[in-house]
């Protein structure tokens, strides 16, 4: 499945919090004058601590909402579109994968497992860490605004029975106003993996998944918004897509609107932002819906 290189397609992405916002890095405060949850950060040398969120912290939401997309798919419960983590019939336990080769086990293996990977095949999308900077050097002015950015907040917790407030239940927690910038890869994907991706921050951006603390409480919502596209290809005149049935995987080139491939004496490159990119994603959008379900058919 990665044998050679077919096409390469990194998205830069911006992601602006619409509403409070907390990542939180797990661990009780050092300090009584920290708030009791606060955000991830990673210390930046000659700078100081500033926020982040980890690429997992990512990919969780991401494959959460894509398995949901693909399993309405299909009426079928036995389809095997995403594989169900919960009752032992997760692909990673269910196939036996010793003696199968990488072709073999992706064409086992269900959509999701396809796309986000699962123990024994790697992941077509990676997610890099989200910074709140473009560039390194914008670092040092951030963290001396950093105050300005970062609010408290405060929140209880409520008895059940009773409707009151716990007695001492008061905890505080810290929320990030800040836009954050990262890179998600995709590494030889089908054309519909690309279409899934960018469905899932469509459905992102209208509220229907939600990332980090307190996402049933007003808190979460961000707005992902791809702000350029460089991609790499095998293909002479178009991307070269990874294509697979039930039985047999191939590859399937596809000119796509927007994308004007130069030679970089090695394989075809082209970059895309603004307008372009635009036009860019809503082909690749329906070229990948209308391939996966014309799948849909063949798998139940």
């Known amino acids: 499945m990665f044998d050679e290189i077919l096409s390469l397609l990194a ?15 797990g661990t009780l405060p050092l300090s009584p004058t920290e708030p009791d949850i606060s955000f991830m950060r990673c210390e930046v040398p000659g700078v100081g601590a500033l926020p982040y969120i980890p690429g997992s912290s990512l990919k969780g939401p991401f494959r959460a909402h894509g398995e949901a997309l693909l399993r309405s798919l299909s009426h079928n419960t036995n389809a095997r579109f995403a594989c169900d983590i919960g009752h032992n019939s997760a692909c990673s336990q269910s196939i036996d994968f010793k003696r199968l080769s990488g072709k073999e086990k992706y064409l086992k293996i269900c959509y999701a497992c396809r796309t986000y990977g699962c123990l024994g095949v790697a992941s077509v999308i990676r997610f890099e860490d989200a910074y709140p900077w473009r560039v390194p050097e914008e670092a040092e002015a951030i963290y001396k605004n950093l105050e300005e950015r970062v609010m408290v907040r405060n929140g209880i917790s409520v008895d059940r029975n009773s409707g009151k407030v716990k007695e001492g239940a008061l905890f505080f927690y810290e929320s990030v106003n800040l836009p954050f910038y990262s890179q998600i890869f995709l590494k030889n994907p089908e054309i ?6 960018l469905k899932t921050i469509e459905h992102i951006n209208e509220g229907f998944q939600k990332f980090g603390h307190s996402k049933s409480r007003g808190m979460g ?8 596209l460089t991609v790499y290809t095998k293909g002479r005149n178009g991307l070269l897509f990874r294509t697979s049935t039930n039985n047999t ?4 080139e596809k000119a796509i609107e927007g ?4 030679d970089d004496r090695w394989l075809r490159k082209s970059a895309v932002s603004g307008d372009r990119l635009k036009a860019v994603n809503d082909a690749l959008l329906r070229e990948g819906i209308d391939q996966l379900l014309r799948q849909t058919k063949q798998v139940g």
């Open 11 to 25: 998205y830069r992405v911006m992601i602006t919090p619409k509403t409070g916002f907390l990542v939180s890095q």
């Open 192 to 197: 519909w993996q690309v279409a899934l991706f």
């Open 221 to 228: 919502r961000v707005e992902i918004v791809p702000t350029e």
């Open 249 to 252: 995987e191939g590859a399937l």
């Open 259 to 262: 994308i004007d491939l130069t």
